[in-house]
């Protein structure tokens, strides 16, 4: 065996009760909570704006334009997992389509999240896979170039690593890291009984707060004394 294998086998994975937990949260809610940190860039989107994935990362490194690497990865994941494509933003060509779709879902993986462009965008945006993708592209990919498997990569920006907690949703797709997972998931529900509160406020026509007039002053719009 190499000292550095392209194939990592065995990863630590978030564990399925806080991928359980995850599932009740909006995305935006956890990078709130998360440190306003964490999301992909805006160009990955879902097909389809009801789907919804969460689970732990299989990350998978490619070359633009070349999957031979993802169909290792649906060999070697497990059910429950998402399926993580640093695919370099690269929309030359579609990196997957509904036929590995179809073999994802019957697999039991959870979802795919590709920085890089897919295919059959209609039939598979009418199914129940989640696909959260960068862009759509007919053509199809080469299955030549050697890639890496659950090793640290990035996406739009944002760095993954294996086991993190994947969750997205319509707004698009946060990482928790799977050592901050418990916490973050400890602070969501009281950020939700915030957001609660405040709409109810909104309801009886509470719509003055406080800290933006203080907010105003800190940064020298306001004066000390003035109001807004």
Known sequence: MTPNPAIRRTIERVSAALVKAARKFPASILADVGGRRGTLGGRIQPLSRGMKVAGPAITVEVRPGDNLMIHAALVLAKPGDVIVVDGKGDLSCALTGALMAAHAQKAGIAGFVIDGAVRDTEECAQGTFPIFAAGANPNGPLKGAAGRINWPVSLAGTPVNPGDLIVGDADGVVVVPREMAAEILGAAQ???????????????????????????????????????
């Open 190 to 228: 009281a950020k939700v009984d915030s957001e609660t509160d405040r709409m109810k406020a909104i309801g009886r026509g509470e719509l003055v707060q406080a800290w933006v007039a203080e907010g105003l002053k800190s940064v020298g719009v306001l004066g000390k004394n003035e109001k807004l």
